[in-house]
Nanobody, 116 residues
Framework: VQLQASGGGLVQTGGSLRLSCVVS??????????MNWYREAPGKQRELVAA???????EYANSVKGRFAISRDGAKNTVYLQMNSLKPEDTAVYYC?????????WGQGTLVTVSS
């Protein structure tokens, strides 16, 4: 399985971006997976930003609640991260991740840079 993330870029403070992560392979396995977005800022540890379960339940890091929204499209094997009201502290490489049972699969990162 491969996870292909895209949508990063340079945006001004207060702007918006939407990240996408396409998961190759079996659609059924995608549908039963928990999908996550993590980020890693320079000099900091990778942190969980948002997660969505197979049933559609979501959770968010406190720092992004009310600004970010995670969603999934089973027909496209894709998970999204809509990021609004972006702040300079949101600058990081964003990674998508799939959890299925005990397995964890990572995609390559996409860089988000928020200028002040």
């Amino acid at each position: 399985v491969q996870l292909q993330a895209s949508g990063g870029g340079l945006v001004q403070t207060g702007g918006s971006l939407r990240l996408s992560c396409v998961v190759s392979g079996n659609s059924f396995r995608f549908s039963i997976s928990t999908m996550n977005w993590y980020r890693e800022a320079p000099g900091k540890q990778r942190e969980l930003v948002a997660a969505i379960t197979s049933g559609g339940s979501t959770e968010y890091a406190n720092s992004v609640k009310g600004r970010f929204a995670i969603s999934r499209d089973g027909a496209k094997n894709t998970v999204y991260l809509q990021m609004n009201s972006l702040k300079p502290e949101d600058t990081a490489v964003y990674y998508c991740n799939r959890r299925l049972g005990s397995s964890s699969t990572w995609g390559q990162g996409t860089l988000v840079t928020v200028s002040s």
